[in-house]
DNA sequence: CTCCGCATTTGAACTAGTTCAAATCACGCT
DNA sequence: AGCGTGATTTGAACTAGTTCAAATGCGGAG
């Protein structure tokens, strides 16, 4: 590695070949998808070699966590409106509706972004130490969702549940990928028909008197993830 | 194609061939795992020319489709015992395990398999056109659970309730790949938590007076499919 | 100015999935 | 036996991700 200038430090020579081509792969990401986009494309587009786009990026795969990375700052920005909101179920509606907008233009070649993320030994993965940091940006976003709602959740809750919003929100990533209703619709349906249910879920926790079968799932999720 | 002999017919000539490339890639993948297993190595174990693998089956992708549908034969043949006993819950958490025992040697390249099936355009997709079968077969295996359990199951419900537990099998699969417990103890502890509360559910569903949460947890999972 | 060391850049080569046109083979027909 | 036809089989080549040893360029020490 030894590229990433130390912050703050005088831009090194090369940072600006670097942004190039990180910029030149992202463009041609959304324009052709990740799999039809080759390396040699990129680095003909940027109007470099192939080998010096492997010397600021370690792999193809690199580049796309860069580009998660993008999707996940964008994610951010659309999210604002909705952060705006007060109850727990209206805040996650809109900023898992904000997080299918920001995807929606790379609907069509997801499947191949999502192939290399799925795999638990790839550098892309959510779990991978190499996405820590843009996992904990992505959490940290939920806590967001959690921390600003108006009747506030329940502190035994509170902890663990932006990471378990975060994995809801891979869900609906995942079932998303695979709707192929027209604009996705069913996928903004399910976010339409589950939140509520989340906010009533999370607002009835901490009531006694709950049925069984309630206090069985809080459980239960509770369990499967220790 | 042109390949597959039409049933009873005279075996033709090359269907050996067929067969000795194809035992001869799973035996491959189980040894070191899809990526690593080269179309090269196949040929070369198999005794063939490269192009000749080819003539027999489209890609690698083909021969991958291959394998799921070995596993799943000895997914149902692993599954004899549980669906020898009565109760729902105890049918499907016997079948569930099954699962795991049939994949678990498997699990160190399970990722690579995945990252291929996940992706909605791949053949290899549980949802494609291509797996139909294979598909057809697997939730076979679920209506079998469901169909012989005892306290029989609501009409209404039984309709659905195989291709359900087939998404939920899925839905394992998923969480033990990921799974890097010690044998994928979390995974055999997800299903031992989770089963019984299926069954309850199940056969609570029909009776009025349940909570408005369960009644909408319900009804949330039917509108998500249509 | 000249030279050294290091960052940057490159062309060529390697691997692996896939394709293709050209053999080769098997077999029924004359 | 000789031959035509379609099923098999093959070597060579193409594409794309990746690696590597060899340039090239640049900035500071002498």
């Known amino acids: 590695m030894g590229t990433s200038s ?49 010397y600021y990026f370690r792999s193809k795969d690199q580049l796309l966590q860069e580009f998660y990375a993008e999707i996940q700052r964008r994610h951010r920005e659309e999210s604002a409106e909705a ?11 809109g900023v898992l509706h904000a997080g299918v907008t920001v ?7 997801a499947g191949s972004f999502l192939g290399v993320a799925i795999n638990p030994r790839s550098p892309s993965s959510p779990f991978s130490v190499e996405s820590a940091a ?43 990928v695979h709707d192929m209703s027209y604009e996705q619709d069913r996928t903004r349906r399910l976010i339409d028909l589950a939140t509520p249910f989340v906010g009533r879920l999370i607002r009835l926790s901490r009531l006694p008197g709950m049925c069984p079968i309630t206090t069985d799932l809080l459980w239960l999720v509770r369990k499967v993830r220790s």
Chains 1, 2 share one sequence.
Not at 103 to 109: A, G, I, K, L
């Open 83 to 93: 952060l705006g909101r007060t109850g727990l179920g209206d805040r996650l509606r």
């Open 6 to 54: 130390p912050a703050g430090a005088p831009p090194a020579h090369g940072e600006r070949t670097r942004e190039l081509i990180l910029r030149t792969a992202l463009r041609l990401f959304a324009e052709r998808g990740y799999e039809r986009t080759t390396m040699r494309a990129i680095a003909d587009a940027a109007g470099v070699s192939v080998s010096n786009a492997y």
């Open 103 to 109: 995807m929606s233009p790379y609907h069509d070649f």
């Open 134 to 176: 843009a996992r904990e940006a992505a959490i940290a976003l939920f806590r967001d969702v959690v921390e600003g709602s108006k009747p506030a959740v329940d502190r035994q809750v509170r902890a663990d549940l932006p990471e378990l919003l975060w994995l809801a929100h891979l869900g609906v990533t995942l079932y998303w």
